[in-house]
Structures are given as C-alpha cells and as structure tokens.
C-alpha cells in the first residue's frame, strides 16, 4: 500500500504556445505521516531515440508531509529550443512528472504532446527552419499513462535493514512478459 495517493492531475492552459510555461494542478492524498520531502519533477522527451536530449523542466520538494489533502501548482518553464534537435521539435513526444520519495519514485505519469504549427499554411508547407514563436503544443491531457512503483516509505521501519526497491529508468518500463504495464487513470 501507497503512503501517498495521487488523487488528480490538471493540465491547465492547454493547448498553448510552444514557449508558454507548464502548469499542471496536482491533487494527492497522504495516508501516513512522511518525515522527509516529496520531490515531484517535470522532465520533457525531446527525442524517443536519445535520452540525452530529455530535459528537466522543473524539480521541486513539498514537506514534510503530514496525513491529509493537498493541492499545489506546479509551474515549469518551457524546454529550451535549442537543445532539442530542429527534426524533433514539430511531432509527438512525451513530458514525464514524477514523484519520489527517499530518492524512490514511486509514480510517473506519462503525457503525449503534439507540437505543431499554429497556423493550417505552416503546416501545410513547413518552412526550413522551425518558426518557434508559431509551435503550439497540445498535451493529450485526457489519456495519461501512469505507472506505479512499490517503493518503502519507512525505511527505519525495516528490520532486515534491506534497501527499499528501485524504480527502473523509462527504458525499462516493462513486465515480465515483455510487455508495458496497464495504464491506470489519474
């Protein structure tokens, strides 16, 4: 059983200019008293072949967290255009926000974004050189793919002195039978 209950994620000013910042309204539950902080990140895919191009967005701590409800903003600055290839900017990709507890995540919730031009000519007839200022992006906000990891919110409750599991990295999101595990609504 989970300390922590993600009860809502609302992703707010969505569709929005490429540039604009992120804002996602997350909602959650604790369940027993946590001593140390939550650390939620935003990170943006910016290619599906290399890792080296994904970008932190954004990495905050909220706590200690006692048993209640609680609802925060969390607010992160666009990626930085130039460290995403010209070829991998128009398209789909993915924007990861995480949770971690004990440096343990424990939960991921998964976003396709479509960028594309704002405009139906540009898209018609990209020009050579991605026009930034006219990408709009599209979180597909209705279908997250959220993956949930066990992890030990009490490690000091641990007699054999074990290490809690580890979570696996986005390449290895997958079961025994080789494939993904079932996406479960946020």
Not at 60 to 65: A, H, Q
């Given at each position: 059983m989970s300390a922590v209950n993600i009860?809502?994620?609302?992703?707010l000013d969505n569709p929005a200019a490429f540039l604009n910042p992120f804002q996602f309204e997350i909602s959650y539950e604790c369940l027993t008293p946590l001593k140390d902080d939550l650390e939620w990140k935003l990170i943006y895919?910016?290619?599906?072949?290399?890792?080296?191009?994904?970008q932190l967005l954004e990495s905050?701590?909220?706590?200690?967290?006692n048993v209640g409800n609680y609802r925060f903003v969390l607010q992160a600055d666009p990626p930085d255009p130039s460290k995403i290839r010209e070829e991998d900017i128009i398209g789909v990709t993915v924007l990861l926000l995480t949770c971690s507890y004990l440096g343990q995540e424990f939960i991921r919730v998964g976003y396709y974004?479509?960028?594309d031009y704002d405009d139906e000519q540009l898209r018609e007839e990209p020009p050579p050189k991605v026009l930034i200022d006219r990408v709009q992006r599209n979180i597909l906000a209705d279908k997250p793919r959220v993956t949930k990891f066990p992890i030990n919110f009490h490690p000091e409750n641990n007699e054999q002195g074990e290490q809690a599991p580890s979570s696996p990295d986005r390449a290895t999101e997958i079961n025994a039978n080789g494939e993904e595990p079932p996406a479960v609504p946020v």
């Open positions: 009860t809502n994620v609302a992703v895919v910016g290619s599906a072949e290399d890792e080296t191009y994904d905050v701590l909220v706590g200690p967290v974004v479509n960028n």
